[in-house]
């Protein structure tokens, strides 16, 4: 697979995981207190660095056999599945965001750090970096997988920035979760398979 491919299925696997989630309530509660372009640049950071180390742990996987990059693969999904399913059935269905929420005057720098510090931290081990990493690890192409994640990331954020209010009323929290994280079960028993017959 040609490193556009790879790149186009990390975004679209990434975005699913993604809208809506903590990521997108967190950089819309962040906008909604401070001015928009220094938490999206912080954000935009955040993400990028999570992304490094997501591809860099998921390309040091694929150097493993074959058997062992799948198996670590379908674990990675099946954690990823776990905490999505956990999280579909948990949230309500629509997030309340408070419409009157002043935004808070601060120097750009301090808000895009406080971005970034907010989004860093919330990202850990999320099923987006999950994704990323087993991505990286089953196509083989670190950077476009790497790549494609930080734009639907950045994407997600941007979408928050923007029009976040109005995304969290429309679309239940909940179907999302349970629809990535069936996806997520079905990535996780497929890469199982891959990795018995190998």
């Known amino acids: 697979m040609g490193s556009l491919g790879a790149a186009a299925i990390a975004f679209a696997v990434v975005l699913l995981v993604e809208l809506p989630d903590k990521t997108l309530i967190a950089s819309l509660v962040l906008s909604t207190r401070y001015q928009p372009r220094p938490v999206l640049l912080g954000v935009s950071v955040a993400f990028a660095v999570q992304c490094v180390i997501a591809v860099t742990a998921g390309g040091l996987l694929h150097l493993l056999p074959r058997w062992a990059v799948e198996a670590a693969v379908a ?96 679309i239940p929290v909940r179907i999302v979760h349970q629809v990535a994280g069936v996806l997520f079960a079905v990535f996780a028993i497929a890469a199982t398979v891959a990795a018995v017959e190998s």
Do not use: N
């Open 75 to 170: 674990l990675l999904f099946a954690v990823g599945a776990v905490l999505l399913l956990r999280e579909g059935f948990s949230e309500p269905e629509h997030v309340d965001i408070d419409e009157h929420a002043a935004r808070m005057s601060a120097p750009f720098l301090r808000v895009a750090l406080t971005s970034f510090g907010v989004i860093f931290a919330a990202e850990w081990g999320d099923a987006s970096q999950l994704a990323t990493a087993a991505l990286a690890a089953r196509l083989g192409q670190p950077i476009a997988v790497g790549v494609g994640s930080w734009v639907a990331l950045t994407t997600i954020a941007a979408i928050a920035v923007v029009a976040g209010r109005v995304l969290v009323r429309r």
